[in-house]
């Protein structure tokens, strides 16, 4: 992740800051409060990545799940295109459909739950982004779609 590359430069800054608050003792609260500030932020920062990667896991799951529920409403589709001859082979169209069905219907809620699942990770980042009502606008947009 690009993010870990950066905090060998961050924790350097880190190091410089602490080295310039024992050097210059007049202004050394300024320094210190400096550095905890940049360590907050990059610790917040670190936490934010990390969030957007797990939404990004589930996003993708979702979207799995709805490539396999389409293939599942082709199939049904397929079947009940077809013309069966002879008893047995109506019959035998029968038991697959219901079972093409059944298969459809536990993908739709396979990906109802992946969907909640995805619109629950969005609401808790909107309470970790800094900028006001960003992640309740993504989760309305997901709950719209």
């Known amino acids: ?26 202004r050394a609260e300024v320094y210190a409060a400096m550095a905890e500030s940049l360590g907050l932020a990059w610790k917040d920062l670190n936490n934010q990545l990390e969030q957007r990667k797990t939404i990004l896991k589930f996003n993708t799951s979702l979207h799995t799940e709805l490539e396999e529920c389409s293939a599942k409403i082709i199939q049904v589709e397929n079947a009940s295109c077809e013309n069966p001859e002879t008893i047995e082979a109506c019959q035998e169209l029968i038991s697959r459909s219901k079972s ?21 990770k969005l609401e808790e980042q909107r309470t970790i982004d800094s900028r006001p009502d960003y992640g309740a606008i993504q989760a309305q947009f997901c709950e719209l779609a």
């Open 1 to 26: 992740m690009k993010a870990h590359s950066k905090q060998s430069p961050v924790e350097e800054l880190l190091r410089q800051a602490d080295q310039l608050i024992s050097t210059q003792k007049p």
């Open 100 to 120: 093409l069905r059944k298969s459809m219907l536990s993908s739709f809620l396979r990906c109802l739950e992946e969907g909640q699942t995805l619109i629950e």
